[in-house]
C-alpha cells in the first residue's frame, strides 16, 4: 500500500481535532461524575440518612457497577459499535444522576450509583476504542492520549471545586444534576462528530455464558474487597463473598478457553503490552486510591480542614497532574517511549508516597505536605494514559475495547485490594472499638506508615514497566502483535 494514500482509520473524522476534543470531554464527564461526590458526602450523610458506616457506599457503589461490567461493556463496544456504546453511556449517567438527585434515601442514591458505574463501563472502554482506531499511530495517537489524560486529570479539579461550591450554595443534589447537561452535550457532539458505526455484519451470537460469569465474578470480588474493612475481613459474608467471586473467575477462563467467539480471548493473556499494563495498574490504582484517603484524612481529621478547604487543597496536585498528561508525557514518550513513561511514573508515584510519609505530623500545615502533592500529581497525571497506551499497543482493533475493559477492570480490582491492605496498615497500632478514643499521634503514625509502605511497593512495581518491548525492538519483531497490521501502522512505513 502507498504510504502517500494510506487507508483512513475506521470511524476516523475528517477534522480529527474536533473527534480528540470531544473524546476528551467525555473523559472530563467521567471523571467528574467520579470525583465530585467526595465534598458532598457529609451533608448527603446528613440529609438522605446514611449511617457513618454505610456513607462509604456513596462511593462503593459506583466501584462495583463499574468493576463489575467493565469486561461486558468492553466487549459490546467491539461488537455492537464504540459510537452506540458511548451514546448509551452518557444517557446512563444522565438518567442516573437524575435519579441521584432526587433520592430521598439511601437505597436509592446506592442504585442510582451503580447505575453510573454501569455508564461508566461503557464509557471508558468506548472513548479508549475511538483514540486506539480513529487515530494513526505515533505522534498523533500520543497526542490524542495525552489530551484524554489531561480531560481525566482536570475532571478531578472541577469536580472538587464545584462539587464544594454546588453543595454550599445549592445543595447535594445538584452534584448529581450538573451531570445531566454535560451529558446531553456530549450525545449531540456524538452525532455530529463521530462517524457512525461501521456495520460489519457479523452474525455471531455473544458470549452470554461469559458475560454473566465475568460481570457476577468482577461485581462479587470488588464487592467483598470493599465490604471487608466494613464487615470485617473474617466475617462470613466477606469470605463467602470472595470466595465465590475467585471460583466463578476460575469458571469464567475455563468457559473462555472453550468457547467459540469468547469475551475475552485467551490469547489476549499472551500480549506482553496488555498484561504488563494491567499488572501496572493493579499497583499504581491500590497506591493512588490510598494515597487520595491518606491525604484527605489528613487534611481534615488530623488539620481540621472543611471539606470544601480539603477540596481547594486539592487543587494544585490536579493541575499538576494535567501538566503531567499534557506535556510531560508526550516528550518521555517520544524520547524513551511507553516502558519509560510506565517506568518514571510509576517510580514517582511511589516516591511522593515516601515524601508525603516524611512529612506528615500532628502540626504540619498543608505547605510542607506540598512537594509530596505536586510530585504525586505529575507523575500520576503522566502514568495514567500511558497505561492504555501499552494496553492497547498489541491487541487489533476489534479487541480495543475488551483489551481496555480488562485494564480498567484490574484497575478496580488492584485499586480495592491495595486500599484494603493499606487502610489495614494504617489502623494496626489504634483501637478500633466503637467509642475508643485514639490520639492524633497515633493516627498520624499510622498514615506514614501505610504511606511508606505503599511507597515502597510502587517503586518495586515500577520494574514490570521493563517487560514492554522498546520502541524499536516492538517495530522490528512481527510477533509483537497477533493481529495482521491494521491501516494505522501503514503510515510508520
Same mark, same amino acid.
Given at each position: 500500500?502507498?504510504a502517500e494514500?494510506?487507508?483512513?482509520p475506521v470511524?476516523?473524522?475528517r477534522r480529527p481535532?474536533?473527534?480528540m476534543?470531544?473524546l476528551a470531554?467525555?473523559?472530563?464527564?467521567?471523571?467528574?461524575?467520579?470525583?465530585?461526590?467526595?465534598?458532598?458526602?457529609?451533608e448527603?450523610?446528613?440529609?438522605v440518612g446514611?449511617?457513618?458506616?454505610s456513607?462509604?457506599?456513596?462511593?462503593s457503589?459506583?466501584?462495583v457497577?463499574?468493576g463489575g461490567?467493565?469486561?461486558?461493556g468492553?466487549?459490546a463496544?467491539?461488537?455492537l459499535?464504540? =459510537?452506540?456504546m458511548? $451514546?448509551?453511556?452518557?444517557? %446512563?449517567?444522565?438518567? /442516573? &444522576? @437524575?435519579?441521584?438527585?432526587l433520592?430521598?434515601?439511601?437505597?436509592l442514591?446506592?442504585?442510582?450509583?451503580?447505575?453510573?458505574?454501569l455508564?461508566?463501563?461503557l464509557?471508558f472502554?468506548?472513548t479508549l476504542?475511538?483514540?486506539?482506531?480513529?487515530?494513526?499511530?505515533?505522534?498523533?495517537?500520543n497526542?490524542?492520549?495525552?489530551?484524554?489524560?489531561?480531560a481525566?486529570?482536570?475532571g478531578?479539579?472541577?469536580?472538587?471545586?464545584?462539587?464544594?461550591?454546588?453543595?454550599?450554595?445549592?445543595?447535594w443534589a445538584?452534584?448529581f444534576?450538573?451531570n445531566v447537561?454535560?451529558?446531553v452535550?456530549?450525545?449531540?457532539?456524538?452525532?455530529?462528530?463521530l462517524?457512525?458505526d461501521?456495520?460489519s455484519g457479523?452474525s =455471531?451470537?455473544?458470549d $452470554?455464558?461469559?458475560a454473566? %460469569?465475568a460481570?457476577? /465474578? &468482577? @461485581?462479587l470480588l470488588?464487592?467483598?474487597?470493599?465490604?471487608g474493612?466494613?464487615?470485617?475481613?473474617?466475617?462470613?459474608?466477606t469470605l463467602t463473598?470472595?470466595?465465590?467471586g475467585l471460583?466463578?473467575?476460575?469458571a469464567?477462563f475455563?468457559v473462555?478457553?472453550?468457547?467459540a467467539?469468547?469475551?475475552?480471548?485467551?490469547?489476549?493473556?499472551?500480549?506482553?503490552g496488555l498484561?504488563?499494563?494491567m499488572l501496572i495498574?493493579?499497583?499504581?490504582?491500590?497506591?493512588?486510591?490510598t494515597?487520595?484517603?491518606?491525604f484527605f484524612?489528613?487534611?481534615?481529621?488530623v488539620?481540621?480542614?472543611?471539606?470544601?478547604?480539603?477540596?481547594?487543597?486539592f487543587?494544585p496536585?490536579?493541575?499538576v497532574a494535567?501538566?503531567?498528561s499534557?506535556k510531560?508525557l508526550?516528550?518521555?514518550?517520544?524520547r524513551?517511549?511507553?516502558r519509560?513513561a510506565?517506568f518514571s511514573g510509576l517510580?514517582g508515584?511511589?516516591?511522593?508516597?515516601?515524601?508525603?510519609?516524611?512529612?506528615m505530623?500532628?502540626?504540619?500545615?498543608?505547605?510542607p505536605l506540598l512537594?509530596?502533592?505536586?510530585?504525586w500529581?505529575?507523575?500520576?497525571?503522566?502514568?495514567y494514559?500511558?497505561?492504555?497506551m501499552?494496553a492497547?499497543?498489541?491487541?487489533?482493533?476489534?479487541?480495543q475495547?475488551?483489551?481496555?475493559?480488562l485494564?480498567?477492570?484490574?484497575?478496580?480490582?488492584?485499586?480495592a485490594v491495595?486500599m484494603?491492605?493499606?487502610i489495614a496498615?494504617?489502623?494496626?497500632?489504634?483501637?478500633l472499638?466503637?467509642g475508643?478514643?485514639?490520639?492524633?499521634g497515633?493516627v498520624?503514625?499510622?498514615l506514614?506508615?501505610s504511606a511508606l509502605t505503599?511507597?515502597i511497593a510502587?517503586?518495586?512495581?515500577?520494574?514490570?514497566?521493563?517487560?514492554i518491548?522498546?520502541?524499536?525492538?516492538?517495530?522490528?519483531?512481527g510477533?509483537?502483535?497477533?493481529a495482521p497490521p491494521?491501516?494505522?501502522t501503514?503510515?510508520?512505513?
Amino acid at each position: 500500500m502507498s504510504a502517500e494514500a494510506p487507508a483512513r482509520p475506521v470511524g476516523s473524522p475528517r477534522r480529527p481535532g474536533v473527534k480528540m476534543a470531544l473524546l476528551a470531554f467525555c473523559m472530563l464527564v467521567f471523571s467528574v461524575d467520579y470525583n465530585i461526590v467526595y465534598v458532598a458526602l457529609p451533608e448527603i450523610g446528613r440529609e438522605v440518612g446514611f449511617s457513618a458506616q454505610s456513607l462509604q457506599w456513596v462511593v462503593s457503589a459506583y466501584s462495583v457497577g463499574l468493576g463489575g461490567a467493565l469486561l461486558l461493556g468492553g466487549r459490546a463496544v467491539d461488537r455492537l459499535g464504540a =459510537r452506540r456504546m458511548l $451514546v448509551l453511556a452518557l444517557a %446512563l449517567y444522565a438518567l /442516573a &444522576s @437524575t435519579a441521584g438527585g432526587l433520592a430521598t434515601e439511601p437505597g436509592l442514591l446506592v442504585a442510582a450509583r451503580v447505575v453510573q458505574g454501569l455508564g461508566g463501563a461503557l464509557l471508558f472502554p468506548a472513548t479508549l476504542s475511538l483514540i486506539n482506531t480513529g487515530f494513526e499511530e505515533g505522534p498523533v495517537r500520543n497526542r490524542a492520549y495525552a489530551v484524554w489524560g489531561t480531560a481525566g486529570a482536570s475532571g478531578a479539579i472541577i469536580g472538587s471545586l464545584v462539587g464544594g461550591l454546588l453543595t454550599d450554595y445549592l445543595g447535594w443534589a445538584w452534584v448529581f444534576f450538573v451531570n445531566v447537561p454535560l451529558c446531553v452535550l456530549a450525545v449531540a457532539g456524538c452525532y455530529a462528530w463521530l462517524a457512525p458505526d461501521a456495520r460489519s455484519g457479523d452474525s =455471531r451470537a455473544f458470549d $452470554v455464558h461469559g458475560a454473566l %460469569l465475568a460481570t457476577a /465474578a &468482577s @461485581t462479587l470480588l470488588v464487592y467483598g474487597l470493599i465490604n471487608g474493612p466494613e464487615a470485617g475481613w473474617s466475617s462470613a459474608r466477606t469470605l463467602t463473598t470472595i470466595a465465590v467471586g475467585l471460583v466463578l473467575g476460575v469458571a469464567f477462563f475455563a468457559v473462555e478457553a472453550k468457547a467459540a467467539d469468547p469475551l475475552a480471548p485467551p490469547r489476549l493473556f499472551g500480549y506482553r503490552g496488555l498484561l504488563t499494563a494491567m499488572l501496572i495498574i493493579f499497583v499504581f490504582q491500590g497506591a493512588i486510591n490510598t494515597l487520595h484517603y491518606l491525604f484527605f484524612i489528613q487534611l481534615q481529621d488530623v488539620l481540621g480542614y472543611s471539606p470544601l478547604e480539603a477540596g481547594l487543597a486539592f487543587l494544585p496536585m490536579s493541575a499538576v497532574a494535567m501538566l503531567g498528561s499534557g506535556k510531560l508525557l508526550p516528550a518521555v514518550v517520544k524520547r524513551w517511549g511507553v516502558r519509560g513513561a510506565l517506568f518514571s511514573g510509576l517510580t514517582g508515584v511511589g516516591a511522593s508516597m515516601i515524601v508525603l510519609s516524611l512529612t506528615m505530623s500532628t502540626d504540619t500545615g498543608f505547605l510542607p505536605l506540598l512537594p509530596a502533592v505536586l510530585l504525586w500529581g505529575l507523575f500520576a497525571g503522566m502514568i495514567y494514559p500511558a497505561m492504555f497506551m501499552a494496553a492497547g499497543s498489541d491487541a487489533a482493533p476489534d479487541e480495543q475495547g475488551v483489551a481496555s475493559g480488562l485494564t480498567q477492570t484490574s484497575a478496580q480490582i488492584g485499586g480495592a485490594v491495595g486500599m484494603a491492605l493499606l487502610i489495614a496498615v494504617a489502623n494496626a497500632g489504634l483501637d478500633l472499638n466503637e467509642g475508643a478514643a485514639n490520639s492524633v499521634g497515633d493516627v498520624v503514625d499510622g498514615l506514614r506508615l501505610s504511606a511508606l509502605t505503599g511507597g515502597i511497593a510502587a517503586v518495586a512495581g515500577a520494574f514490570l514497566a521493563f517487560r514492554i518491548k522498546p520502541p524499536r525492538a516492538a517495530r522490528q519483531d512481527g510477533s509483537a502483535t497477533e493481529a495482521p497490521p491494521e491501516p494505522e501502522t501503514v503510515h510508520s512505513a
